[in-house]
C-alpha cells in the first residue's frame, strides 16, 4: 500500500506537458506542515492519460547527471511558477481539502535547502476530496475533479 496523507488548504492547478510532444496531464500544488514547509506536487489523476512522474519529467528537463535535488528544485520552480503568474487554463482553489498518495520525497538544494520557503518535497497523486466514504477513504469531490481534469489541453 502506497503512503498517504491529507490535508487542506490552497491547491494551483495547472495543465502540464509531461510526455514531449502531446502528452499533458494535469498538475497540482499545495503546502502542508508548519508555515507550509513541505511542498505538497501532485497530478490529478485522469483514465485516458499516463500517470504523471513528477521526478521523471525533471529528469527530462535537466542534464543527465542532474542528481535528486536538482530535480527537486525544478520542480518547486514549475509548481511556484504555476502559483504565481498562472498560464491561462490554470485554476487556483483557495481553500479545498485533498489527498496525496505519495510516490517520492525529495529535498531541494537551491537556497540552502530551502526553496521557495519548502524544506522538502512530496509528489504523487492527488485526489481532491469531500470527506471520508464508510470505510474512512477519502471520498472524491467528483464535482471538483471533474473540473480539474477539464483543465486538460484539447489537441486538435
Known amino acids: 500500500m502506497a503512503r498517504e496523507m491529507t490535508g487542506e488548504g490552497r491547491v494551483t492547478l495547472f495543465p502540464l506537458l509531461h510526455m514531449w510532444p502531446d502528452v499533458y496531464g494535469v498538475g497540482a500544488y499545495a503546502s502542508a506542515g508548519h508555515f507550509g514547509t513541505t511542498a505538497i506536487v501532485g497530478y490529478i489523476p485522469i483514465p485516458e492519460v499516463p500517470d504523471v512522474s ?32 498562472p498560464k491561462p487554463g490554470s485554476m487556483n482553489l483557495p481553500s479545498v481539502a485533498w489527498h ?57
Open 100 to 156: 496525496l498518495e505519495i510516490d517520492a520525497r525529495a529535498e531541494p538544494r537551491g537556497n540552502g535547502g530551502n526553496m521557495y520557503g519548502h524544506g522538502s518535497l512530496l509528489v504523487g497523486r492527488m485526489t481532491l476530496v469531500d470527506g471520508v466514504d464508510d470505510t474512512g477513504q477519502p471520498k472524491p469531490d467528483e464535482v471538483l475533479m471533474k473540473q480539474a481534469r477539464e483543465l486538460l489541453p484539447v489537441l486538435a
Open 54 to 85: 513528477w521526478l521523471d519529467v525533471a529528469a527530462r528537463h535537466l542534464p543527465a547527471n542532474a542528481d535528486p535535488a536538482q530535480r527537486a528544485d525544478w520542480i518547486l520552480c514549475t509548481a511556484w511558477s504555476a502559483r504565481t503568474v
